[in-house]
C-alpha cells in the first residue's frame, strides 16, 4: 500500500502500521470473539490481524465500495463491526472515550467481553485520555489501554513534550495497573 499511496493511487493520508507489526499480532491474538477493538489511525494491521479480509482492507484503501467501510473510510478510518472492531479513528486520542462507552455498554449488559483501546504515544497528553481512564478507573470498566510508544507524536519526540516519559506509569494516577513490555516480542 506504500507504494500506491507514493503513486497516488490511495487518496487522503496513509499513515502505515510498519514496525509495530509484534504488539498488533500480539495483544489481537489475546483477544476473544466477543471482545471489542478500539485502535487509532495506524490500524491496518489491526484489521488483518483481527481477522478483516485483506481484499475488504485493500478495497478500502482504494475508496472501492468493497471495501471494509464501504469505501467511505479510507486509510484511517478502517472498522468491520461483525468483527468486533469499531475501526480506526482519525483524531489523536479520539478513540478513548468511544471505547469506554463500548465497554460500559458490555458492563452494563453483562458480557464476558473486555474493549482493547489502542493508541499512540501522542494521544497521551489529550484531554480525553485522561478523562478516559479516570472514568474507566471510577466505574471498573472492562477495558485494556494500550499505548504503542514510537517515541513520536506527531512529530514531537515523547521527551519534548511529556514529564513522564514513562507513558505506562500514567496509569498509577488512575489507581490502574500498568507496565511497560518490548513491542517487538510477540
Not at 499505548?147 to 496509569?171: D, F
Amino acid at each position: 500500500s506504500e507504494r500506491q499511496y507514493k503513486a497516488a493511487k490511495i487518496g487522503g493520508y496513509c499513515h502505515l502500521s510498519s514496525g509495530q507489526e509484534a504488539t498488533t499480532v500480539g495483544v489481537v491474538h489475546t483477544m476473544q470473539p466477543e471482545d471489542i477493538l478500539v485502535t487509532g489511525y495506524r490500524c491496518h494491521g489491526f484489521a488483518l490481524a483481527r481477522g478483516v479480509a485483506p481484499e475488504s482492507v485493500m478495497a478500502e484503501l482504494f475508496g472501492r465500495a468493497d471495501g471494509c467501510a464501504h469505501g467511505r473510510g479510507g486509510s484511517m478510518h478502517l472498522l468491520d463491526v461483525d468483527r468486533r472492531f469499531l475501526g480506526g479513528w482519525g483524531i489523536v486520542g479520539g478513540q478513548p472515550p468511544i471505547a469506554v462507552g463500548a465497554a460500559l455498554a458490555l458492563d452494563y449488559t453483562g458480557s464476558d467481553g473486555i474493549v482493547l483501546c489502542q493508541f499512540g504515544d501522542g494521544a497521551t497528553n489529550t484531554g480525553a485520555f485522561h478523562e478516559s481512564l479516570n472514568l474507566a478507573a471510577i466505574w471498573h470498566l472492562p477495558i485494556v489501554f494500550q499505548i504503542i510508544n514510537n517515541q513520536y507524536g506527531m512529530g514531537t519526540s515523547v521527551a519534548m513534550a511529556s514529564a513522564e516519559t514513562e507513558l505506562y506509569r500514567r496509569a498509577a494516577a488512575y489507581e490502574m495497573h500498568g507496565e511497560r513490555v518490548d513491542g517487538n516480542d510477540v
